[in-house]
């Protein structure tokens, strides 16, 4: 009877504790939530003001900047789509972002998967010369590129003021974060996946196609939203090497900012209409971006 009482007390005392852990953990639980709203608020500010301010006049933005607008002035947002040409700006930016996108995708994981599948010496040194270019700023190699682009052309097909000129440098620019995440990734894939494809008949391309990309569709995705968030919202590239020639979405609302005049009222209502379809895009493959860095960054 005596050692049923001691246990039953020494249960006793272990279940306080972990009670009192369970409210401690609760506690701390509490404070993050607190915290996170916190942050959430500060996060979205600028959306606020973005939104509020593009219903308002010139005026009642500089004279209340935070608060509701007086009258809410959908005007602006007609104006702003009249002047940015929307119809042009968009256009031109849907196929920079989606030819770049597709292109650096499709380089970048059959680059990866042969550096992967590949265990020679060489392959390691072609995967440290790619994964280092994340390091360099464009600014660092912004006027030999503008100079090389200058004089490089295919036949009479000129890189400067097109199309396909400025989808080649961004291919060259997002490579190099791709590769690293895909690399990490296929890494994880067994090889005996492959092989069992090719004894059922495929070949490299057959395999690549219907066996590796499927698999890659994490990454993938988590490649596709950090290039297009990037490239979409690009502004530098686009000005040194189209600018006039081809209208882009930043392009486009450079026009609201002159030397002597700042049409805020309808930069804010742009920047609306500008940031709708890259959020509608990141709302749609969210799930899959965060599993894709975390399994295409390991080493």
């Known amino acids: 009877m005596e050692a049923d009482k001691a246990l039953n007390s020494v249960e006793k005392v272990k279940s306080r504790k972990k009670l009192r852990t369970l409210d401690s953990y609760t506690g701390k639980l509490k404070i993050l939530e607190v915290f996170a709203w916190l942050l959430l608020i500060v996060y979205m500010m600028p959306f606020y003001l973005m939104i509020i301010n593009s219903f308002k006049t010139r005026r009642e933005i500089f004279a209340n900047t935070t608060g509701l607008p ?27 972002t989606v030819g770049s996108v ?21 392959s390691k040194i072609i995967f440290y010369v790619f994964t280092s270019g994340m390091i360099v700023p464009f600014q660092a190699v912004m006027i030999p590129l503008m100079q090389w682009m200058r004089v490089f052309q295919f036949g009479p097909f000129q890189m400067l003021g097109t199309h396909y000129g400025l989808i080649f440098m961004y291919i060259g620019f997002g490579v190099s974060m791709s590769i690293f995440l ?9 090889e005996e996946v492959e092989e069992a494809a090719i004894i059922d008949g495929c070949n490299r391309w057959q395999t690549y196609i219907k066996i590796v990309l499927p698999l890659l569709k994490p990454t993938t995705v988590t490649v596709a939203v950090l290039n297009s968030i990037w490239i979409w ?27 002597f005049s700042k049409q805020w009222e309808l930069a804010m209502a742009a920047l609306i209409l500008a940031i709708i379809p890259i959020i509608i895009f990141y709302f749609f493959v969210q799930k899959h971006i965060i599993a894709g860095i975390v399994q295409g960054s390991i080493k």
């Not at 499709?106 to 020679?120: E, I, N, P, Q, T």
């Not at 690009?234 to 609201?256: E, H, Q, S």
């Open 102 to 122: 597709a292109l650096i995708i499709l380089f970048s994981s059959m680059a990866s998967w042969l550096l992967v599948r590949d265990k020679s010496k060489k």
């Open 182 to 190: 895909y690399h990490g990734f296929i890494k994880g894939i067994p």
């Open 70 to 96: 007086s009258t809410w002035n959908y005007q602006n947002y007609l104006d702003a789509m009249d002047k940015m040409k929307i119809l042009s700006a968009f256009t031109n930016s849907m196929i920079i």
């Open 233 to 259: 919202n690009d502004f530098l590239l686009p000005f040194l090497t189209v600018n006039g020639k081809v209208n882009t979405i930043p392009l486009a609302m450079n026009n609201f900012f002159g030397a």
